[in-house]
């Protein structure tokens, strides 16, 4: 009777076209690539829910005008039960289902995912509670202990008052000379989606170049560049262009050199965003 259920259950999500099809999976559940913390941060801050799930059931759906556009890759309707929700609202249902488009192994099979554990990054379907939409592509990744400590780490400092908005680029920027051949300040301010961010930089003659992190409308030049893999790193690592754009340096030609060269010693600092999503 269950298993008849389910179907029964499935061909009506089907045929009221309420859940939307998915992207293309290319890691899916059975995510093998090692993930980094940039992907993590990718999946689970644009998500309205993150859960800890147990797969329960999965069901190949036949070819459709909506399969997949890969041959090596099969649809499956997946339910499972949230273990634990690690966002998302209190009365977000415990049986969830969704699509999820999965890798065939090398021999042409669909990985088993019953009984499996996994993390999911989504949204609810309006008016159809128990389905989730993935958010991305491959946004149902293997769970293992160390990923759910990380995605929580991320939506613990996302949740805090003073968390750091998003950035969306470069301003504007200018740089002042010492009075000592050798010093030098620069401010490169920084485009977000709401509070201001700015980037110190002063050099000191004789001395190793220091650059800081000012995260509102004072400059506090003994704040620390941010620790890698944390939020704010994720947001200045990950989200910064590779220079700063010439349209942004036309008012100050005299500096553009400065400035070029002290960005430039920012994003070593920070060191290259990775990222091992297909």
Request: charged content about 20%; overall charge neutral; some cysteine.
């Given at each position: 009777m ?10 009506l999500?089907i045929?009221?076209?309420?859940m ?5 999976s ?14 993590l ?7 309205k829910?993150?859960?800890?799930v ?14 997949p ?11 499972a039960q ?13 049986a ?5 488009d ?15 554990i996994a ?9 159809r ?5 993935l ?11 160390m ?13 805090a ?14 740089s ?16 977000t989606?709401?509070?201001p ?17 000012a995260?509102?409308?004072?400059v ?7 620790v ?7 947001q ?6 590779p ?7 036309v ?8 400035i ?6 920012v994003?070593?600092?920070?060191g ?7």
């Open positions: 269950l298993k008849h259920s389910f179907i029964y259950r499935l061909m999500a045929a009221a076209g309420a939307a099809t998915p992207a293309l290319a890691n899916g559940i059975v995510a093998s690539d090692p993930l980094t913390y940039a992907d941060a990718d999946l689970a801050l644009p998500a829910i993150v859960a800890k147990q797969i329960t059931e999965t069901i190949a759906l036949k070819a459709g005008p909506d399969s556009p890969r041959a090596d890759v099969e649809r499956l309707y997946v339910s949230i273990a634990d929700l690690l966002r998302g609202q209190v009365d977000t249902p415990r969830v289902s969704f699509l999820d999965v890798v065939r192994d090398a021999r042409g099979k669909v990985p088993k995912l019953k009984n499996t993390l999911v990054f989504g949204r609810p379907v309006p008016d509670p128990n389905d989730l939409q958010n991305a592509p491959d946004a149902a990744i293997a769970w293992s202990p990923r759910e400590s990380i995605v929580r780490a991320i939506l613990v400092a996302a949740a008052p003073d968390s750091p908005p998003t950035i969306r680029g470069v301003d504007s920027a200018f002042v000379p010492g009075t000592i051949p050798g010093e030098r300040e620069t401010q490169i301010f920084l485009q989606d709401s509070r961010v700015s980037l110190v930089i002063t050099r000191h003659a004789n001395e190793a170049p220091n650059w800081t992190v995260l509102g409308e004072i506090d030049h003994g704040v620390p560049p941010p890698h893999d944390s939020l704010l790193w994720y200045l690592a990950c989200h910064l262009p220079e700063v754009p010439a349209a942004k340096l008012s100050v030609p005299d500096q553009a050199e400065a070029r060269a002290d960005y430039a010693l994003l070593q600092g920070l290259p965003c990775r990222r091992g999503r297909r």
